[in-house]
């Protein structure tokens, strides 16, 4: 029987499921802003469940003041709705011939693979390459937010990809 936070003649709320609520928090509205607050909600959701009641109420506090006083972002969140909503009116659209694996002598017969790059092989581990299919070239799903920690993102991605994706 779970343990619940609250004085002992209230009913209270399951610590685990406080926990997790803290993880969906710290990916859906802290995102990018501050990718630490995933990492510190997922080590108080596996904490809690190790430690238990009434000592998880320390580990609960800390992730809620963590989490609380950090930079906000839904930009993650916000590209992942986009790319779903994307799916549902576009169907299964054709990966660009050069993404596909070519396992079979017929597939590379079809140019499956051709005109491939490999990141690793260029200069800062990035070539410019399509990834989308033909009809979505040059479409953005995430807009990193404005924060300290995107606005780097922004930047490398600006750099990278120059203005191909306007950010």
């Not at 993880?23 to 607050?37: K, Q, T, V, W, Y």
């Not at 009641?53 to 590209?79: C, D, F, G, H, M």
């Not at 479409?139 to 600006?158: H, T």
């Amino acid at each position: 029987m779970p343990q619940y936070i609250g004085l002992p003649h209230d009913e209270g709320e399951d610590p685990s499921f406080i926990a997790r609520r803290l993880l969906i928090l710290a990916s859906e509205d802290i995102g990018n802003a501050n990718p630490n607050a995933l990492l510190l909600a997922n080590t108080c959701f596996q904490a809690v469940n190790v430690i238990g009641w009434p000592e998880s109420r320390i580990i609960l506090s800390q992730t809620v003041t963590y989490l609380a006083s950090s930079a906000k972002s839904n930009a993650a969140y916000e590209a992942i709705n986009k790319a779903q909503a994307l799916v549902k009116e576009t169907g299964d659209l054709p990966v660009p011939l050069h993404l596909r694996n070519a396992p079979t002598k017929l597939m590379k017969e079809l140019n499956y693979g051709t005109d491939y790059k490999y990141a690793h092989a260029y200069p800062g581990n990035f070539v410019e390459q399509e990834f989308m299919p033909e009809s979505l070239s040059g479409l953005k799903l995430y807009d990193p937010g404005k924060n300290a920690s995107e606005d780097k993102l922004r930047a490398a991605l600006r750099e990278r990809w120059k203005d191909k994706y306007r950010y």
